[in-house]
């Protein structure tokens, strides 16, 4: 391990050597990679890929050329209208919109009709959404995606694994909420999604007795949902003609394929593979995406400052959502003051090596959320920098 993190640090200090940090890298070697292992996990089965996971559009660009992926996920309107601008393709909102002048903009713009596909999970959504573009004369319908609860739930809902999402939980609340679509004539059903996120996103490589009780709780889930999710399709296929059925995530992608219901995968946090998803027993990936800090002072022998460093990553706070100092190994935060706004310390043998304007590598915890902190990636093959993108950041969109 620590051979291959010096040979690591070693290869990406050569490459990034005219660059002035702070600045973000991608190397691509490692992106490659990790997209022919999801590609291979999903058994055939189409990826949609995740932009949140990814927010720079040359990047999705890249992805969607490759065997294996098609379509993306996005997780605004705003953000699938100027996707969908740039020209690209089949882009299904994963959340909810309550966005009035998007859906404006969604319901005059023939192209983004037939392109784009919104998220509900309740009357309420279709009655917002029939209350803009419905006196605009469209000549597409809108196209809709039911979003499904797939969190697991036992003990007489004592225990519940999952994020909180859609109210919809039965093959018969879906069926009503399918037959309220279809009785509007500027709505059209196209497709369903779950997000399994407990399975997905909750690493099981975990050890002790916490491991065990996450490994326990997937598994049943697994086995509940296959059996719900089923029937929740069949219920709706019966009602409407579903172009796609969507599940999973990086984490569950090879489980969620086996799914005879589901026609497609969403995923991109594999792709950067980010600290969070070293948990997984399943897959390992390759550090796609990292972020390089520079030694600004040295408080102490065994202390060295990094400027910045404060990018915490979204979720239930806590240390697993910092930031990974990652290269030299052997660096950890001062428990009094963690990540900060404008510098942070850092303590260790490793940090005694350290000199002023010396340079630290960082893992995100999480993917997409690094590319609101840069305005652009350096791409890294081998030991070169070979060219830079602009993030969302670097082309002015700022969607959340």
Known sequence: MHDHRHLARERLDIATAALEPPFAVLDMDALLANAADMVRRAHGKPIRVASKSIRCRAILERVLAMEGFSGIMAFTLSEALWLVSTGLRDVLVAYPTVDRDALRALGSDERAAREITVMVDSPEHLDLIDGVVGGLGLAHPIRVCLDIDAAFVAFAGKLRAGALRSPVRSPEQAAALA??????????????????????????????????????????????????????????????????????????????????????????????????????????GRPAALFALPVVRRPGPHVATVLGGGYHASGPPGPTRLPQPYLPDGLRYDPNEGAGEVQTPLLGEAAADLRVGDRVWFRHAKAGELSERFASLHLIEGDRVVGELPTYRGEGRTFL
Do not use: C
């Open 179 to 284: 037959a309220d679509i279809t009785k509007r004539p500027g709505l059209r059903l196209v497709g369903l999604m779950s997000y399994e996120g407990q399975i997905a996103g909750v690493g099981d490589d975990v050890p002790g007795a916490y491991g065990a009780l996450v490994r326990w709780m997937q598994g049943r889930s697994q086995r509940e949902l296959v059996r719900r999710r089923g029937r929740i399709v069949q219920a709706v296929r019966r009602i409407a003609d579903l172009e796609f059925v969507n599940g999973g995530g990086t984490g569950s992608i090879e489980k969620t394929v086996r799914e005879r219901a589901i026609t497609e995968v969403a995923a991109g946090s594999g792709l950067f593979h980010p600290r969070l998803f070293d948990f997984y027993r399943n897959f390992t």
